[in-house]
T-cell receptor, first 112, second 117 residues
Framework: LAKTTQPISMDSYEGQEVNITCSHNNIATNDYITWYQQFPSQGPRFIIQGYKTKVTNEVASLFIPADRKSSTLSLPRVSLSDTAVYYCLVGARYSSASKIIFGSGTRLSIRP | DTGVSQDPRHKITKRGQNVTFRCDPISEHNRLYWYRQTLGQGPEFLTYFQNEAQLEKSRLLSDRFSAERPKGSFSTLEIQRTEQGDSAMYLC???????????????FGQGTRLTVV
């Protein structure tokens, strides 16, 4: 099971771009990288998933270098409502990680 | 609203009592997961169903915990003889199987907050 390491917390300001990096040195060939967002008193919410290079959706971008040992979640022009905990997960459909294992996440605080 | 509903949203119980939580997943989802989350921590995996079969249980799931998913639809999580350490948010999630090697996208309910006094 690939272990992930991400910063415990980050602070930023409204309108800024925020990049959260996740390290996963032991990522396996079949593993995908998935990010979830969790607001207080709510369950986590899927944000984005990728395997290599770059993935972009209406919420965020995910950058994955060629060696895939790390990934960066990029949130463009954050607002106060982006204050949440962000979790980086690594796994594949049929691996033990298909049960979806969370780490401690990165607590992102956005200030006015 | 993700489509996954949990009931009740809050539960206060006395130590030693039994409690049961219910989760109604998105109807076409064959996978169902239970997690426990305490303050400041990420969700901890408890157990996972594929249809009605309970495929995996965490070591966190002691003998006092039991989960069922009859007929592969809703699920219940029961805690017997509750202890103060059981106080936490209990989250349920559901998903499809995933595609090729992709892990599935899980949809979470809003959780049941349990307080044991």
């Amino acid at each position: 099971l690939a272990k992930t390491t991400q910063p415990i917390s980050m602070d930023s300001y409204e309108g800024q771009e925020v990049n959260i990096t996740c390290s996963h040195n032991n990522i396996a060939t079949n593993d995908y990288i998935t990010w979830y967002q969790q607001f207080p008193s709510q369950g986590p919410r899927f944000i984005i998933q990728g395997y290599k290079t770059k993935v972009t959706n209406e919420v965020a971008s995910l950058f994955i270098p060629a060696d895939r040992k790390s990934s960066t979640l990029s949130l463009p022009r954050v607002s106060l409502s982006d204050t949440a905990v962000y979790y980086c997960l690594v796994g594949a459909r049929y691996s033990s990680a298909s049960k979806i294992i969370f780490g401690s996440g990165t607590r992102l605080s956005i200030r006015p | 609203d993700t489509g996954v509903s949990q009931d009740p949203r809050h539960k206060i119980t006395k130590r030693g009592q039994n409690v049961t939580f219910r989760c109604d997943p998105i109807s076409e989802h064959n996978r169902l997961y239970w997690y426990r989350q305490t303050l400041g921590q990420g969700p901890e995996f408890l157990t996972y169903f594929q249809n009605e079969a309970q495929l995996e249980k965490s070591r966190l799931l002691s003998d006092r915990f039991s989960a069922e998913r009859p007929k592969g639809s809703f699920s219940t999580l029961e805690i017997q003889r509750t202890e103060q350490g059981d106080s936490a948010m209990y989250l349920c999630a559901s998903s499809l199987d995933g595609v090729v090697d992709r892990p599935p996208e899980a949809f979470f309910g809003q959780g049941t907050r349990l307080t044991v006094v």
